[in-house]
């Protein structure tokens, strides 16, 4: 497990504060009334902030900006693999002493939850000013059976990054929709060369299997898996047949980032993460492509710009309640998913949860001149369903779509395979 811990001067200042107060007490012990200073000792806190490593850049000014609002609540941070399945966020919780946690996805929650190591958050998010409509369409979709045990951090779309030198050395327009098919067919021609300097028109990471059925609103569970069989079908054309992107098994010595910023990619499908990694590498002088970015294709039917995202999310532990610290952790937890956290995210290059016009404004500005507004005109389709146990269902796809993209079973057995293993996961849930 990859963990880093900020060093903080929390007992310093504590120590420099109750100096404060003895030397400001001199000569009054015999009054009742506690001093200003001494008071603010008693409700200072500490807590820690768990969260995935590639957010550290982000996550250090959204810490700093908290603690000058809130100088008596001092906040460590925890970094951790974004790997983490939901067992081992539960041994993490079990061992670790964590008051605010950030979580990948919904059903994340309900796992930990349904465990006992989240406090309901609903009466808080009621009391609070929090505009909650900002959140957008997707917000009630974390509700469980009305009860909010989490506030979302960052939203994540999925959008289609270019390289625009490419397109105009090889003179071809930069379309603003294209059809799965007619993405194919361009990342076919956009691809040339061989060895290290070999120009690919695309690299598909293999994280969404089901893309194209996400794009349709079928998941995992629904009776009807045309649509899986559709999107395997689009990775083995883009892997196997057509060989336009690097297989899975290439990608593993070739990082997504690196082989875009390098210029050998003309087509990348990623989500809005990107962007605010790569103004961060051109702000420490460490690429300078020439990137650009459009609308994920869809099936020829489906509406322009629909794509799948979700939210990111934060919750507060129990154990964080134990200790009296939740009242300090959800002031936290708010400037973290409200408004000051999003303006924060936005100039980052980040989409936050929480967005309104501002907001909008921020994030075109950080981008600058790139298409931040496909961002805002996407058509968003959750990447997972509230479905306890979902991960599980993806981890029997994954078996099965690994033997097929690497030739080890056809499309077929494949799909019988995953249906066997589905049903008996059904029966016995």
């Not at 369409?137 to 974390?142: A, K």
Request: some cysteine.
């Amino acid at each position: 497990m990859n963990e880093c811990y900020r060093k903080r001067g929390f007992i310093n200042r504590i120590v420099t504060a109750l100096t404060a107060v003895i030397l400001a007490v001199t000569g009054c012990a015999g009054k009742k009334e506690l001093p200003a200073e001494e008071k603010k000792i008693m409700d200072s806190y500490q807590i820690t902030y768990c969260t995935w490593m590639d957010e550290k850049d982000y996550t250090e000014k959204l810490v700093n900006a908290f603690e000058a609002e809130f100088p008596n609540i001092l906040v460590d941070v925890k970094y951790i693999d974004d790997g983490m399945k939901e067992p081992e966020l539960e041994e993490l919780l079990e061992k670790e002493d964590i008051d605010v946690i950030g979580l990948k996805n919904i059903n994340d929650v309900l796992y930990l939850q349904r465990k006992g190591y989240l406090i309901d958050l609903t009466d808080q998010i009621a009391a609070s000013d929090i505009n909650i409509s900002c959140y957008g369409n997707m917000y009630n979709d974390i509700s469980d059976n009305g009860k909010y045990y989490c506030l979302p951090t960052r939203k994540t779309s999925w959008v289609l990054a270019y390289n625009t030198d490419i397109f105009e050395t090889e003179g071809i327009q930069i379309p603003e929709h294209m059809t799965w098919a007619e993405f194919a067919e361009l990342a076919v021609r956009l691809t040339k060369g061989s060895g290290e300097d070999k120009q690919w028109g695309c690299y598909f990471v293999d994280w969404v299997y089901n893309f194209i059925g996400i794009q349709e609103k079928t998941y995992l569970y629904d009776d009807n898996l045309a649509y899986l069989q559709k999107s395997l079908e689009m990775l083995d054309r883009i892997y196997n047949r057509d060989k336009s992107s690097m297989t899975p098994t290439e990608m593993k010595q070739k990082n997504w980032l690196d082989m875009f910023e390098t210029g050998n990619v003309a087509m990348m499908p990623m989500g809005e993460w990107l962007v605010g990694m790569i103004l961060e590498d051109e702000k420490n002088g460490e690429t300078d492509i020439s990137w650009d970015l459009a609308p994920m294709p869809t099936l020829e039917r489906q509406k322009d710009e629909t794509t799948w995202g979700t939210y990111q999310l934060a919750a507060i532990t129990e154990k964080c309640k134990e200790e009296n610290k939740d009242t300090a952790a959800f002031k936290f937890l708010k400037f973290l998913c409200g408004e000051d956290g999003a303006k924060l995210y936005a100039a980052n290059g980040m989409i936050p949860a929480y967005i309104d016009q501002d907001i909008e404004n921020i994030y075109r500005d950080a981008v600058g001149v790139h298409n931040a507004d496909v961002f805002f005109e996407t058509w968003p389709i959750r990447e997972k369903p509230t479905f306890e146990g979902y991960a599980v269902l993806e981890e029997m796809l994954e078996k099965e779509a690994v033997a097929y993209l690497e030739g080890n079973q056809d499309l077929e057995t494949a799909m019988y395979h995953f249906e066997k293993s589905r049903m008996e996961y059904f029966k016995q849930k």
